[in-house]
């Protein structure tokens, strides 16, 4: 995820001059028994956030926008945001948003942007779903979860996620994964040492061929 907002955010009444909250790794910071009451800029960290049946859709960092079913009036059904890391988020109430979308156009721009790449990142997955195999699916996932540079080389994924969490990210069986990623590591462009890497060339021809 893009780091569409920083801490040196200009604005009349920006998210830098708020207060901010800290979690630790492994955290809750809302589920179906605790529902968002309050929307999340996340400054620094990683945050998971998944359905009541345990699937994983999404896998946040900073930059990133999230809790904003929080401005629903009855929403029908509650995730769950888990730290995956130390996390650092900036909260608004809804009062709170609406003044500083008022008062700082700058700010709301960069909100709507976060929300759309959300949006954006979730249609991709959607269409994935419907038209891709599972080994596909897996390699753009690893793909989406890879740093936005260097754009050659070797580079480790911002997350290392387990089999089992890969396997609910996918809608697949941990066997399955565990069978994907051993493929890929004889082909070449996936490693693990402390943590997993991709060969971002070799990911690049993989897909290629795989579409």
């Not at 955290?27 to 345990?54: I, K, M, W």
């Not at 991709?124 to 690893?142: C, G, H, K, M, Q």
């Amino acid at each position: 995820m893009p780091r569409l907002f920083n801490r040196r955010h200009k604005g009349h009444a920006g998210p830098q001059r708020r207060r901010v909250a800290n979690f630790a790794s492994g955290e809750t910071l809302f589920d179906s028994g605790h529902p968002p009451r309050q929307l999340y800029l996340l400054r620094s960290g990683g945050v998971r956030l998944s359905t009541d049946n345990a699937a994983i859709y999404d896998l946040l960092g900073p930059g990133s926008v999230f809790g904003e079913k929080s401005l629903l009036r009855s929403p029908r059904r509650a995730d769950t945001a888990k730290a995956l890391t130390s996390v650092e988020v900036t909260p608004f109430g809804r009062g709170e948003l609406l003044a500083s979308i008022e008062h700082d156009p700058g700010f709301a721009l960069k909100l709507l942007k976060a929300l759309a790449l959300r949006m954006e990142g979730y249609q991709e997955t959607i269409r994935d779903f419907v038209t891709v195999r599972a080994e596909s699916r897996l390699a753009r996932l690893l793909s989406r979860l890879a740093p936005g540079r260097p754009a050659l080389g070797w580079v480790r994924l911002r997350y290392s996620p387990t089999n089992p969490e890969l396997a609910r990210m996918i809608g697949t069986t941990r066997w399955r994964v565990s069978h994907f990623m051993s493929k890929f590591q004889r082909l070449g462009w996936l490693r693990r040492n402390k943590g997993l890497w991709i060969l971002r060339e070799g990911l690049g021809e993989y897909l290629k061929r795989a579409a």
